[in-house]
């Protein structure tokens, strides 16, 4: 699948969790209390995560993001990794990504800023920000939009962090499973997981039925969201 249409799922994947992810009689001392702050940062880290299996990609939308910078990480990733939809689009790297996030914006605050900045990016970049086709104006651009969301979410508190990013991959891994070549859920074992529900990236399927839907999903859980119990009720 396309880079908008992963942000998509991970967007719309936290703001569904955030009613759970609060549920003390589900998670018990896992859960967590959202303001409305972190609800929103949340749903640009998801956003972000859920394009960060494709850092093994050379020529993907992570690689474009930052110029330079990003090519020679996707890179270093993809040649480490064993190519595109390898390692990083796995379970393992999903719970190394989770795990390793709310170890680090725990323990690592300026790492974390730097990370933060990273998904943030990302997030922005899959859900629209651009400049047309120019790379390097859109780098910018995002980068100084990036750097004024971290300083404005500089203070949150980040018990959360982990699931956004958690959910995030998750997603990913998810929508690339259905499309025909499927992913290495299990790796390093090699089988791969397919369901070829969406049969060509970028195709007509992609573009006119699963976008359109996960953008009304967005809308609609965030005004949910936004609204609290009046929207439960009003759509229920």
Same mark, same amino acid.
């Given at each position: 699948m396309m880079g908008h249409t992963h942000a998509l799922t991970g967007a719309v994947a936290w703001l569904a969790a955030v009613p759970l992810l609060s549920d003390t009689t589900v998670l018990h001392d896992y859960a967590v209390t959202l303001s409305p702050g972190q609800i929103a940062a949340g749903t640009l880290v998801a956003a972000g995560a859920a394009m960060l299996p494709d850092i093994d990609h050379h020529s993907g939308t992570i690689a474009n993001t930052f110029g330079f910078v990003t090519k020679?990480?996707?890179?270093?990733?993809?040649?480490?990794?064993?190519?595109?939809?390898?390692?990083?689009?796995?379970?393992?790297?999903?719970?190394?990504?989770?795990?390793?996030?709310?170890? !680090?914006?725990?323990?690592?605050?300026i790492a974390w800023w730097v $990370? =933060?900045?990273?998904?943030?990016?990302?997030g922005l970049r899959g859900l629209g920000v651009k400049i047309g086709d120019r790379d390097h104006y859109t780098g910018i651009l995002n980068a100084v939009a990036s750097a004024g969301l971290v300083w404005w979410m500089h203070d949150l508190d980040w018990g959360w962090a982990g699931y956004a990013v958690g959910l995030g991959?998750?997603?990913?891994?998810?929508?690339?499973?259905?499309?025909?070549?499927?992913?290495?859920?299990?790796?390093?074992a090699p089988w791969r997981l397919g369901i070829p529900i969406v049969p060509v990236t970028d195709g007509k399927v992609e573009r006119w !039925?699963?976008?359109?839907?996960?953008?009304?999903?967005?809308? $609609? =859980?965030?005004?949910?969201?936004?609204l609290g119990d009046s929207a439960v009720k009003w759509l229920s």
């Open positions: 020679l990480l996707c890179q270093g990733v993809e040649a480490i990794s064993g190519g595109h939809r390898h390692a990083t689009h796995s379970f393992l790297f999903t719970a190394v990504a989770g795990f390793g996030t709310w170890w !680090v914006s725990g323990h690592y605050e $990370i =933060l900045f990273f998904l943030v990016g990302l991959c998750f997603m990913h891994i998810f929508g690339d499973c259905c499309t025909p070549r499927g992913c290495p859920v299990f790796w390093p !039925v699963v976008t359109p839907l996960l953008t009304l999903g967005m809308v $609609i =859980l965030a005004v949910r969201t936004a």
